[in-house]
């Protein structure tokens, strides 16, 4: 609906707006005044979460489009490469971003945000991540330190503002000989320099296989999950908020506070 999906981007904007304000106050010294934004900001987040859990779809405009009523179709290799990838972006998602670290032969680590990444294995611990050529045809850094030296760390963010734009900002080229970590003053870990200190939590992988897409620029790369690093002793129990990109530009949190349970895996 597209009313409630404006309400929700209204009501997130507020949230953000309030979160700022709440620093500010915070550095001035303005304490007095932080409650009542504190209080404005829980409200709007339980407004904003039962409006995405659907229990206020009474208040919208219904529209019950389904497959029953009328219908037509589509031929997927006939529609223009814009009208397919919004399409199926927008169809398949919400889906994790990751920052994919890599690191060349001789040393320069590389660091590039990705969606087209799946676990497709639990046991063994296997994901996919698919690696096109960039708009001017050259293959990707990422692609080339991952058959040079077969290494990769997976970073999974934060949803917020910060983050966006870094992910925004290592979207761009940069020459290959430069670092994104060094460029935009990224921080590491020093068990990994692959790592960011600001990652929700990563994975370390392995590439294991290489398979070239049919009629496609694009390659395939099988990862085999070898560690994961999370915040803390203990893995966490429930899901874990993190940065996602819905259709080719959006990024947004996921999940939201609706939810429903099923007695066995999917």
Known sequence: MEGQQHVIEFLTKCIEYADASIQR????????EIPQWETYREFTRHALDEIQAGELNRWFPQQSLTLGKEHSNHDLDHMEHNSRSLFLSNLVSPRPLVML?????????????????????NSPPLA?????VNRDKRIRDSL???????????????????????????????????SEWDHFSIES???NPLIMKNASMAIEAEVV???GLPDAIATLIVLRL?????????????????????????????PTAWDYNIESNV
Do not use: W
């Open 128 to 132: 996919v991540i698919s690696l096109s």
């Open 189 to 191: 870990l020093d068990s």
């Open 25 to 32: 106050k915070q550095k001035r010294g303005e304490l007095d």
């Open 144 to 178: 080339i330190n991952l058959r040079e030296n077969g290494k990769a760390v997976l970073n999974f963010l934060q949803p917020n503002q910060e983050n966006a734009r870094l992910v925004e900002e290592t979207s761009k080229q940069i020459p290959r000989e430069e």
């Open 226 to 254: 070898t560690k994961l690093i999370v915040p803390g002793e203990n893995l966490p129990v429930e899901s874990v908020h993190l940065l996602c990109q819905h259709g080719l530009n959006r990024l947004m949190a996921t």
């Open 101 to 121: 670290g890599t690191e060349s032969i001789d040393g320069i680590r590389n660091l590039a945000p990705y969606t087209s990444v799946s676990i497709v294995s």
């Open 209 to 211: 296989a290489e398979h």
